[in-house]
């Protein structure tokens, strides 16, 4: 079992301590090491990453729900792909499909406020209503202006043994856009010392 753990700002950029997940990869992210000792006590990070190693030895993994987000979404593929892909790491958790005219319809479910609820893929048309309902967002995201990925974190304060659910959101769509244009035409310098051009479209 993997497991993701670090720093994570609110908001309005304060520090709330350490959050912990099911991820893809082990890393520790801290977002504010300047706030490592004098937030969180060597003795209280000790007691977070036990219990977290302790999960790892005795392979405990709750089982976890995703989805994919929008309307009119048959056409996705994700439900079968993100499927294939846990059943291939050994992974219990399941991945569905929210199809749903508004994001309220989805944020009042009972999938969504369900603890097993473990984030979802959001599409057309709910990448920008869907906003107002997340806690964090990336800053690219934040700069976008939209959001197509939401991840459920953990948000431990106190004495290490409360645990809040959070929100956070992404966007990866630009990724998408940027890698091929980088292998294309590269990447513009600072000075602007570049004859590569590209024109995008959209709306």
């Known amino acids: 079992m993997l497991w993701y753990f670090g720093y994570h700002q609110q908001k309005d950029g304060e520090t709330v301590g350490i959050q912990h997940q099911n991820a893809s990869h082990t890393h520790l992210r801290i977002q504010d090491p300047n706030s490592l000792n004098w937030l969180w006590p060597l003795d209280r990070i000790i007691r977070i990453i036990t219990r977290i190693i302790v999960r790892m030895i005795t392979k405990i993994v709750t089982t976890q729900r995703y989805a994919i987000l929008?309307?009119?979404?048959?056409y996705s593929v994700s439900p079968q792909m993100q499927g294939a892909a846990f059943a291939a790491a050994r992974l219990p958790h399941q991945y569905g499909r929210a199809d749903v005219e508004t994001v309220e319809e989805f944020v009042e479910s009972d999938f969504f406020k369900d603890a097993a609820f473990g984030g979802c893929s959001v599409t057309i048309p709910h990448k920008q209503s869907i906003i107002p309902y997340v806690d964090v967002m990336s800053d690219a995201a934040s700069t976008i202006g939209s959001v197509n990925t939401l991840v459920v974190q953990d948000k431990i304060e106190g004495d290490a043994e409360t645990i809040e659910r959070v929100i956070y959101g992404d966007n990866t769509d630009w990724i998408g856009i940027f890698n091929p244009l980088e292998r294309k035409i590269g990447v513009q310098s600072?000075?602007?010392?570049?004859?590569?051009?590209?024109?995008?479209?959209?709306?």
């Open 70 to 74: 929008g309307h009119n979404s048959a």
């Open 190 to 203: 600072e000075d602007g010392d570049s004859d590569a051009y590209a024109l995008i479209l959209g709306g």
